[in-house]
């Protein structure tokens, strides 16, 4: 999954912020991860709207992602998603992907508004610092 | 949104019955509309089966709309589509969006039949009347 | 749907094990299937990853499964597939599909795992037989 960003590509969604694929690599290999995954899941995101510009583009979606609970399949979380990307020799790769759930967040919805326009959205002071970013994550409840 | 439809494009959804930009736009400043935006709500539509014929064209698909409820996200509806399109000098427009929740409701059904065979759907007496189609929208817990 | 499948085309799905367009043809016209559409239901699949190698084909994707209870649109199942297709004279159809829900099952993953990689999977014993994967079906709560 890490290779899907360039290598140094930013994860910054509201469970946790990442950076490079060392990090990448670890979320995807970390108790929490698998136990979703051993425990049953689905992840699906809309087909994105993408705006491209020679070798850059931006991409924007929401998402739902399923969880089982027991007999039942419950949604955990409806999501929006913002994902500037770069056209790589290998092809095209993430430079960030900037995710918020869609609880009436503002922020969730300037993602969404910005990227179908093909543009960066203006995000909250603190929004791409990764204390301010750490210490907001890991409330209950909430998984990307 | 509203410019997605042709001038005089028709929103027939069981929810209500809309006519032309001005009503198209109203529903998306409404009150309802953007209730169900600040509470958290995605919608995710099944890639469309499209049928072109020069500049005509008919899609169909189906969606699922969810809405957040305290900490969790419910599915409000399930619900099947409908939309014949015409290409304008600005590209594709919707000239009708037909639209009936997924609860056994044979014209639902009718909508996903005709509409992947490229064709329009047979209309029940008064589907196509905005006093009927009026009288018939407003049922508790339907939303588009 | 039948015609969708080559003639000898498999189905197998945790549910149950059909081979051929009389089986597939029979399925959708039960009175499960039948049930499922007066009821209210709606299948939702990922847009499949596919990998093409001349005249076949390996596409792999998961499915979101809703029904309605009462008022309520309640998510049945969350399912892998994986589909071997191969090129006709009258275009592409499906060689098998072969689904299980994703509760956790290995399986399953595999599914997944083999399919975005273009490859077969590999099955378990008694996993092509069709009188072990008809015993293993029917458990309860399971349809495709």
């Known amino acids: 999954m890490a290779a899907l960003w360039v290598e140094d590509g930013v994860y910054d969604v509201d469970s946790g912020y990442l950076a490079g694929h060392g990090e990448l690599a670890a979320m995807v290999g970390s108790d929490q991860h698998q136990a979703f995954i051993a425990r049953g899941c689905g992840h699906f995101l809309t087909p994105a709207h993408i705006t491209v510009e020679h070798d ?63 543009e960066q959205p203006h995000r909250p002071a603190g929004a791409d610092d990764r204390a301010a970013r750490t210490a907001a994550a890991g409330r209950p409840g909430r998984a990307s």
Chains 1, 2, 3 share one sequence.
Not at 86 to 101: A, K
């Open 56 to 118: 850059h583009a931006i991409a924007a979606g929401h998402s739902l992602l399923v969880l089982r609970e027991r007999d039942a399949f419950l949604i955990h979380r409806v999501t929006a998603h913002h994902w500037p990307l770069t056209r790589t020799p290998d092809g095209w790769r993430v430079r960030r992907r900037t995710s918020r759930i869609l609880d009436g967040d503002v922020f969730a919805h300037r993602l969404l508004a910005a990227g179908v326009r093909g």
